[in-house]
Structure formats: C-alpha cells, structure tokens
C-alpha cells in the first residue's frame, strides 16, 4: 500500500510535533477547536488526552507530512484496554488517495501488540466523507456528543448560606480525588467521551478542582483546565439536583477563566434524556459542534 502511494509510512516521533502541528491547521483535524492552537498547546491538549507516541503514525511524501494517526492509549473502561485516535487527518490533496486506510494498516499492528480491543474516536456529524471513511475501516457509530460555548453567567446567586465549596490545584487535586473520587463517580448520569475520562483528567497537571458542599455535605464537583477554559467535568448528586449546585460550580469556574465562555466539549444526550444538555442551555450555552462518536471493535 504504501509503496503504491509513493509515501512513506512510519512511527511518529515526539520530536515531529511542529510538524503534526501544520496538519492540524490544514486538515481541521481535531474537532471541535475553539482557537487554532500553538504547537506548545497542541503538544499539551495530546499530552492530556494521553498520546502513545509508539502507537502514532505519519505518512511522508518528499519528507512533508501529508498525513498522520496520533493515538492515546489507556484502560477504558477498566475491562479492557483502548485507543482514541486523537488526531487523524490527511492534507488537503491527499485525501482519497489511500493514505488513511495505509496508516491504519500500520496502527492496527501497533493494537495488536498492545493488546487493544476497542478503538475510539469522533468525527463532526456534517463530515459524510470522513465518516464513510471511518466506516470502511470497520468503525460503527455509537453515540452523539455535543459540544458547547457557555457565556459568562448573568443570573444572581442563590443559597449562599447552605452552599460551600473546596477549591483543590495540584497535589491537592489529585489527593481529593483519591480520596473522594469515586464519591464523584457516583454523581454522573453519563459516561464521559475520552476527552472528560477520568485518566484525562488525571493527566491534566494545570487542573482545578471545584467540590460543592450542601450544608457541609459534598454534593458535587467539576473540574476545569484554566488555560484551555475548557469544563472538563462536571457532576451533582441526584438528591442535590435543581438547587443550583450545578449553576454556582459554572459561576465558580468561569471566575478562573479570562476568557469570556467555558468550552463544554463532547456531552452525550442519550444516558440521562438529555436533561444535561437541557441544563447547559438553559444556562445560556450555545452548540458549537455535534459529532459522532465512532468505535471499532477489535478481537485482540
């Protein structure tokens, strides 16, 4: 395959970032992005999502990079172990032409070895070409996500007497969530897409972690990445639902943020009825991007 498309496919290096950077800008390859990113926040948005540089791959023609698979590797869930292609993309000019069936050809090797049974990524829902694409490589379509822009809120304060909240950074983020995590966990009504997973989470070092008390009771959480102002989770325990924990845990991240929207990427509508994606708007939040969530079952 590869020597039929006179290029030259072989394993990413870290090295190559800049690289994998210019295709990024010219492929549109990771969605949703509100900003073009820089090579140092591309370099960290992999960084959290969990890049597996032994697992990525590039296709080269003349030393140029016209297309790449990077991939992150991790338990997900816990009974297996997964993949998520966090970029894949091929440049303008070359799409059609082969190279991303020829780098999975490569990447499913790469699984092989690392004893991978389920692959995952997403593709904007508009995206017919990529999503055939996807399709032809064995891909199903799982699940919707939809992504937000959530304005700085306008609505005044409620419960100011009963309602508490613990701000963790660091060290201090990762111990509340050893020691409380799966108290979190027990709030969710949906199982977050790979970019809000708990092991993102965990390799997001900048994280700030936002723990709401009800009359010294923990009743809920999110966690923000300031720099990206990016809501990467956020979660209230049932019988504290439809007081406004989740509102003033929305009030309190954007306090951390200079920009003027929190970034809400990939919130499934299908496990809670939508009741999520009904909150967000109700709070303001425009969608930015719908898109599919795409999974291949491997037999390792």
């Not at 100011?160 to 909240?165: C, D, I, N, R, T």
Request: charged content about 25%; proline content about 4%.
């Amino acid at each position: 395959m590869a020597k039929a498309l006179a290029v030259e496919i072989r394993t990413l290096r870290e090295s190559e970032l800049p690289q994998v950077h210019d295709l990024v800008l010219d492929a549109s390859a990771i969605y949703p992005v509100p900003i073009r990113p820089s090579v140092e926040q591309l370099g960290l948005l992999l960084e959290r999502r969990g890049v597996d540089w032994a697992s990525s791959f590039g296709a080269f023609s003349e030393g140029r990079l016209i297309g790449a698979t990077v991939t992150a590797v991790d338990e997900w869930p816990a009974l297996h172990m997964g993949a998520y292609a966090i970029v894949s993309a091929v440049r303008k000019g070359w799409q059609g032409k082969g190279v991303l069936s020829a780098l999975f050809e490569w990447l499913s090797l790469a699984l092989d070895r690392r004893e991978v049974t389920q692959m995952q990524l997403e593709v904007l829902i508009d995206n017919a070409r990529a999503r055939r694409a996807y399709e032809r490589l064995g891909f199903d379509a799982e699940r919707h996500l939809f992504c937000f822009e959530l304005p700085r809120l306008t609505r005044p304060q409620r419960f100011q007497e009963q309602l508490g909240f613990d701000v963790h950074e660091g060290e201090a983020a990762a111990a509340a969530a050893a020691e409380r995590g799966e108290l979190w966990t027990s709030f969710w009504s949906l199982t977050p897409a790979w970019t809000g997973s708990t092991w993102t989470v965990q390799r997001s070092k900048s994280r700030v972690v936002f723990e709401a008390r009800w009359q010294q009771e923990v009743c809920g959480y999110a966690v923000l990445v300031p720099e990206t102002a990016e809501l990467v989770q956020i979660a209230v325990a049932p019988e504290h639902r439809r007081k406004g924990v989740a509102t003033e845990l929305i009030r309190a991240c954007h306090q951390r943020v200079h920009g003027p929207a929190l970034h809400v990427l990939n919130v499934d509508d299908g496990a809670d009825r939508g009741v999520t994606i009904a909150c967000l708007r109700s709070l303001g939040a425009t969608m930015s991007a719908v898109q599919l969530e795409m999974v291949l079952h491997r037999v390792s």
